[in-house]
């Protein structure tokens, strides 16, 4: 058995020694062989096919250049249609210029024949633990970015999202600052903005107010709805071109319930509202209407 093993042995080093021997005789040759006649097998097998491929390299880089110029021009154009932030319209055309000119890199490289699978395959795992590391990062990176370029809503505006309601103070890459009327600042994250509901109060040019107001049973309704329809048009506020609705809502137990519907701008909706509900108070005792209080008839009987 171990004359075996030592006979192996002896057989490899002499197949190494073989090799080497092979490869000196090589070389010898090669230093005492004239040039003209192996340069052209060189420059056939070598320098050629390298030459053609380092040609096409060139071409692709400078029609990558062209390209890529062509598309941030036409992003940027779409950016500002948008009218963005200038720091986000900057940022998103940084980082659509690196991607582009990344994959253009890429692909340079492999033309030229390099390898390129064990560096993407590299980059796609650092990516992949990135990602999964930052998920809630990015998706409210990915938000602000859409924020912004589609603007759902501005700074100064009045939303209601995510069960607060507030007027919007800041818009952050990664949230949104809102200020409470009761001067409570909420910071909201953008991924949650950008895919749940928002009801933007400023997005139109009006809104409308509405009010209930009770009068007793026995009132005059005809009058109640004279005296509504007169404060309407003392407010300047109320636009006149929309015409307020005053109609009988319901008749509840205890009173007759009128709905008042007007439109102001939205930034007048409180003001508005508040001194609706000042005046009516002040105005129908004068009128001589009633607010009605819940009240329970009771008929006694003899027996």
């Known amino acids: 058995m171990e004359n075996d093993t030592l006979v192996e042995q002896v057989s490899e080093t002499i197949q190494d020694t ?4 092979d490869m000196m005789d090589g070389v010898r040759n090669l230093a005492t062989t004239p040039v003209s006649e192996w340069l052209p097998d060189l420059v056939k097998e070598y320098v050629v096919p390298f030459g053609i491929k380092l040609v096409a390299a060139i071409v692709v ?11 941030k021009k036409g992003m940027t154009k779409m950016i500002l249609r948008r009218d963005p932030d200038p720091s986000l319209a900057s940022f998103v055309m940084s980082l659509v210029s690196a991607l582009l000119t990344f994959f253009l890199i890429m692909a340079i490289v492999g033309i030229l024949g390099i390898n390129t699978s064990s560096l993407v395959a590299l980059l796609a795992s650092a990516g992949l633990a990135v990602g999964m590391a930052l998920s ?3 998706q409210n990176f990915a938000g602000g970015v859409m924020i912004m370029l589609f603007k759902p809503f501005k700074v100064d505006d009045f939303i209601a999202a995510q069960g607060y309601e507030g007027k919007v103070s800041g818009i952050q890459i990664f949230n949104t600052t809102i200020l409470t009327p009761d001067n409570k600042t909420v910071i909201l994250p953008n991924g949650a903005l950008s895919t749940g509901p928002v009801t933007n109060f400023n997005k139109e040019a009006d809104r409308r107010v509405d009010w209930s107001f009770s009068i007793a049973y026995g009132d005059d309704y005809d009058k109640a709805k004279a005296v509504l329809l007169r404060l309407c048009d ?4 109320i636009k006149k071109e929309s015409k ?8 509840t137990d205890s009173s007759i319930d009128i709905t008042v519907r007007v439109r102001v ?3 007048d909706y409180w003001g508005v509202y508040f001194k609706m509900n000042e005046l009516v108070y002040k105005t129908f005792p004068q009128e001589g209407l009633h607010f009605p209080f819940p009240q329970l008839d009771v008929h006694m009987m003899n027996s």
């Open 18 to 21: 073989s090799a080497v021997n």
């Open 61 to 71: 880089l400078l029609l990558g250049r062209w390209v890529i110029k062509l598309v």
């Open 136 to 138: 809630g990062t990015l």
């Open 234 to 237: 003392a407010d300047d506020r």
């Open 244 to 251: 307020p609705i005053v109609e009988l809502l319901k008749m």
């Open 265 to 267: 701008k939205p930034e």
